[in-house]
């Protein structure tokens, strides 16, 4: 179970995170701007299509994207934030801005997504004081140079390593581990071939048995396997979740709820059929 603010999740098949882009960056073509009715109807047909959770994020974080301000970034959120309030799933905000974790949770929100991992300072303190979820994310510099040139001697291990210090600290600022999610950030600092790595070995990044979330929906390692711009990325995008939830992920961050959800569905359907069919009680 994952402890989400007055949510209490379970975790024995994988959860669907709907993302609410409220940037007005239209790489994957989902920005809704600073339109709130928009943003809003989006969340809401989110949900309509199976969205366990959503995840609100009101400032770019793709590869040399410009850093939003505090004011910014909290005129864009809060009024979306505030209308969905009530609305029967966990709201994640996805900031690694103390300030706007605390006026988040202040708010409502059930988890913090921070591409930082709670590294800035009084970020740690923000998520303490509550009792939210928080997804600890890796990332290899920051997001405006990261993609220029990511190193690694082994990209599982030293991804691994960093979110059991991550780990360790949050646990000793009083942050229940029921309450962590892990993330190797796919695209965050990394080439396609430690991309691939993280994805074949995503198990070996649940550090202590932890809950994993994999973010790959319309990323550019899928333009770059399958040739395809951002618009075309739906069937890449369903392969790589599906992969990620056969290697152990327990949250799938994507844009295209529905069709992440019935992608789930036949191989849960599948995974159903297999105890019945190895006891002997379908035809072999
Ligand atoms: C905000 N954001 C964009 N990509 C992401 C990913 O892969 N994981 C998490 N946790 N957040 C992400």
Excluded at 50 to 62: F, H, N, Q, V
Excluded at 90 to 116: F, H, L, Q, W
Excluded at 156 to 172: C, D, H, I, M
Aim: glycine share 10%.
């Amino acid at each position: 179970m994952l402890r989400c603010g007055q949510y209490l999740l379970p975790l024995e098949r994988p959860l669907i995170m709907g993302i609410v882009n409220l940037t007005p960056d239209s790489f994957s073509g989902d920005g809704v701007a600073s339109d709130t009715a928009r943003a809003i109807e989006h969340a809401q047909r989110q949900i309509e299509a199976g969205a366990d959770l959503l995840d609100l994020g009101a400032e770019s974080s793709r590869p040399g994207a410009i850093p939003a301000s505090l004011d910014e970034e909290l005129e864009r959120l809060l009024p979306v934030l505030d209308a969905l309030a009530g609305c029967g799933v966990p709201v994640s905000v996805d900031t690694y801005k103390p300030e706007v974790m605390c006026a988040a949770i202040e708010r409502g929100a059930s988890m913090i997504n921070d591409i930082y991992a709670l590294r800035r300072p009084g970020a740690i303190e923000a998520v303490a004081a509550s009792d939210c979820a928080v997804c600890l994310m890796h990332m290899q510099g920051e997001p405006l140079t990261m993609q220029q040139s990511p190193v690694y001697e082994d990209v599982v291990a030293e991804v691994a390593g960093f979110l059991a210090e991550r780990v360790g600290a949050v646990a000793s600022a009083g942050i229940g581990r029921d309450r962590l999610v892990l993330d190797p950030g796919f695209g965050f600092g990394k080439t396609l071939e430690h991309n691939l790595a993280l994805l074949a070995r995503l198990d070996e990044t649940a550090v202590g048995g932890l809950p994993v979330l994999a973010g790959l929906s319309r990323k550019s390692m899928l333009g770059t396997i399958t040739g395809r711009p951002v618009g075309e990325r739906l069937p890449a995008s369903l392969s790589a979740a599906l992969i990620a939830a056969m290697r152990g992920a327990h949250i799938l961050r994507v844009h295209d709820v529905a069709a992440t959800r019935d992608a789930l569905s036949v191989w849960q359907a599948v995974e159903a059929a297999r105890p019945a069919f190895r006891s002997g009680l379908l035809p072999a």
